[in-house]
């Protein structure tokens, strides 16, 4: 059974950061890229970042600089750095599997097939 589960959620101030992993069962992460979404109250699911299974980073603008998604395919994870985080960065944040090895039209999500049910990321002081 093909799964994505997140973790690493929680709550950080401003200004720090959080790591949030994706863990993949039931398919060979290697094969595909891997996305990040993000949906904050009252707003639509927005891309964050992808990667590709070269290893090729795509970031949002609001968050470039800031994270960095990273892959272990023998861990069968995709990871996402948060640094410097914001207030606008509270979200339920999602990871998804692309049904490709590039991240084509990363931010669209008809583009994936599968997705975890998310990790809460908090921001606040």
């Known amino acids: 059974q093909l799964q994505l589960v997140e973790s690493g959620g929680g709550l950080v101030q401003p200004g720090g950061s959080l790591r949030l992993s994706c863990e993949a069962s039931g398919f060979t992460l290697d094969d595909y890229a891997i996305g990040w979404f993000r949906q904050a109250p009252g707003k639509e699911r927005e891309g964050v970042s992808c990667?590709?299974?070269?290893?090729?980073?795509y970031y949002d603008a609001s968050v470039k600089g800031r994270f960095t998604i990273s892959r272990d395919n023998g861990k069968k994870s995709v990871y996402l750095q948060m640094n410097n985080t914001k207030g606008e960065d509270t979200a339920l944040y999602y990871c998804?599997?692309?049904?490709?090895?590039?991240?084509?039209?990363?931010?669209?999500?008809?583009?994936?097939?599968?997705w975890g049910q998310g990790t809460q990321v908090t921001v606040s002081s």
């Open positions: 990667i590709s299974v070269y290893s090729v980073a």
């Open positions: 998804a599997k692309m049904r490709g090895r590039d991240c084509l039209a990363w931010g669209v999500e008809i583009t994936y097939d599968y």
